[in-house]
């Protein structure tokens, strides 16, 4: 067995406490959470979490507490990010083995809701464990596990790799993830955005998962890995078109996925999630959203961009819908929006109207 070591950086966003919480992890930096648990008690992850408010978790219209200077059309209601500038918000370092055995990989330390992570890996000299599905012959392969507790999507790349890669999804068993769970997702790829290199999402239920990262035609090599997470809604997930749209849907329920992310939206209904994916050449842009004159009951709007901008949140902009505009950063990425409910009765038909650049 060949040990290979990685190095991930973690962008701190909004913590949350799901239960057993306490103010530090064994390590002294920000408590763990629930949703980072390794199968087997693995090494810098007992499952606690600091139980503590977001940042700028205050209760002040209009204030944007990340890297987004976006604002909303209207004067009235509430605007801000609870998330931060990811790249401002380096825990440093974690040292992290990983093993070229599926089921002895270690856990990705997830210390945050909507997290980024930047994995340093190698497959040079590592042995062929469990093939990916999408490569005739994916040889030299490392892996890793986490473990989620709420419905979400999870994100991967290779782009910056100087050799042919192959990312792909495991069950906790190792058998790799091949029934797609929502339209235009990817389990394993090994040419994503057209290029040699890979980009995976997928909705994934709650549980404990493997990734695994190989070679293409038996390729070995070093490469970044970038890993990030975004909490998915309790309703449907569509992925959102480019340009502009209308996007009609009803949510359902008296309780949601996303809540209390931020002091300024409750959050508390159920949600629908409209998702996308980025290539290393797209440009930054703007998106705008509205469900101003497009429901009945009180909206609310978010988004989560876990590389720059974890969560924020729009509320009341327009009487009891709201609108809202954020800024999109360049480059490849998951970006995540819901429409939501401010009250767990707050739901309902709705039609929103997007421009997604």
């Not at 090494?43 to 200077?69: L, R």
């Not at 910056?160 to 058998?175: D, F, K, P």
């Not at 070679?215 to 502009?244: N, Q, R, W």
């Not at 959050?267 to 290539?279: L, M, N, S, V």
Request: net charge negative; proline share 7%; with cysteine.
């Amino acid at each position: 067995m060949r040990l290979v070591r990685l190095l991930p950086t973690i962008a701190l966003g909004t913590l949350v406490c799901a239960s057993a919480c306490s103010s530090q992890s064994p390590d002294g930096g920000p408590g763990q959470l629930p949703t980072a648990e390794g199968a087997g008690g693995a090494a810098n992850n007992d499952g606690t979490s600091a139980d503590s408010s977001p940042e700028g978790g205050g209760t002040s219209p209009h204030v944007d507490g990340g890297a987004d200077s976006g604002s909303t059309p209207s004067d009235a209601g509430v605007h801000r990010d609870a998330g931060v500038d990811a790249s401002t918000h380096d825990a440093g370092p974690v040292p992290l083995v990983a093993s070229d055995h599926c089921q002895s990989a270690p856990a990705i330390p997830l210390t945050t809701v909507n997290a980024h992570l930047n994995l340093n890996a190698d497959t040079t000299g590592a042995g062929e464990d469990v093939g990916a599905p999408c490569s005739a012959n994916s040889g030299a392969d490392v892996f890793y596990q986490f473990t989620i507790s709420k419905p979400a999507f999870i994100y991967a790349d290779t782009f910056g790799a100087l050799w042919s890669t192959v990312l792909y999804l495991l069950s906790s068993s190792c058998t790799p993830l091949t029934t797609s769970t929502t339209p235009n997702d990817a389990l394993c790829n090994e040419s994503g955005c057209g290029t040699s290199q890979s980009q995976i999402v997928a909705l994934l239920p709650p549980g404990n998962y493997r990734l695994g990262l190989g070679g293409s035609g038996g390729a070995s090599g070093s490469a970044v890995i970038h890993f990030e997470l975004a909490l998915a809604g309790s309703g449907t997930a569509t992925a959102l078109p480019k340009g502009m749209s209308q996007q009609n849907g009803e949510t359902l329920g008296v309780s949601g996925n996303v809540n209390n992310q931020s002091g300024g939206c409750l959050a508390a209904g159920p949600e629908d999630a409209y998702w996308w994916t980025t290539c290393p050449a797209d440009t930054a842009g703007q998106l705008t959203a509205t469900t101003c004159g497009g429901a009945s009951w009180e909206t609310l709007l978010e988004t989560e961009i876990p590389g720059t901008n974890p969560y924020k949140c729009s509320l009341d902009t327009c009487g009891m819908q709201t609108a809202l505009t954020t800024n999109v950063p360049a480059g490849a990425g998951l970006r995540v929006l819901l429409v939501d409910g401010q009250a767990g009765t707050s739901a309902g038909a709705y039609a929103m109207q997007v421009n997604r650049p």
